[in-house]
């Protein structure tokens, strides 16, 4: 019995000492679109007119669920405590396709419908999605392509915003890149038109 209680308390003592996994962020972030299409409205595409809209290429610094911060030219960190719920490529695909919907009235379908009918597809790559500590600003730029005619017309344009931010933490900073992408996102609207 005494040998019980004594691994007993080894056990609890050392459970003060180890830890499985990493701490928890305070909170995770998103992006939301400042316009979504209205709810109980049917669109319709005919064949060809649906968009399909891609998950956009990013750099490896970006291929995670942190806000990454230059602070050079040649040096990428993190914001502590800042943790994305998905990867920023999908978050602002969404908002793309949120605002593309409402602003356009188009039908728009995400990759994985692809067999419906692609239509004009948006593709792109985000070169950069994160904070400038340089400038205190979050910087999005957005390499995009629109192919249409079953890729027999590519169009491409590149599209940058940049949002001052007030302190380099995780809410302010996610809030002006949610601010640039949102930003980017109607520019890409009206550019698909």
């Known amino acids: 019995m005494k040998h ?3 691994l007993i308390v080894a056990a609890t003592a050392l459970s003060g000492c180890v830890r499985f996994g990493a701490e928890p962020p305070p909170s995770l972030l998103t992006l939301t679109s400042a316009q979504q299409p209205a709810a109980g409205n049917d669109r319709s595409a005919s064949s060809g007119d649906a968009i399909t809209i891609s998950v956009p290429i990013v ?12 602070d050079g030219s040649t040096s990428v960190a993190y914001v502590k405590d800042a943790v994305w719920t998905e990867p920023p490529a999908r978050l602002f695909q969404r908002v793309l396709s949120e605002t593309i919907a409402a602003k356009t009235g188009k039908v728009i379908l995400d990759p994985r419908q692809f067999s419906l009918d692609p ?18 600003e979050a910087v999005i730029v957005y390499e995009a392509a629109i192919s249409r005619d079953r890729g027999q017309r590519v169009t491409t344009r590149r599209f940058e915003a940049r949002e001052p931010v007030s302190e380099i933490k995780p809410l302010p900073a996610s809030a002006a890149l949610n601010t640039a992408a949102n930003r980017i996102a109607g520019e890409v609207a009206a550019w698909i038109g």
């Open 119 to 136: 239509g004009i597809v948006l593709s792109g790559q985000l070169t950069e999605f994160g904070i400038d500590a340089r400038s205190n």
């Open 4 to 6: 019980v209680i004594a």
């Open 59 to 70: 750099p490896l610094a970006l291929a995670n669920t942190r806000i990454s911060v230059a």
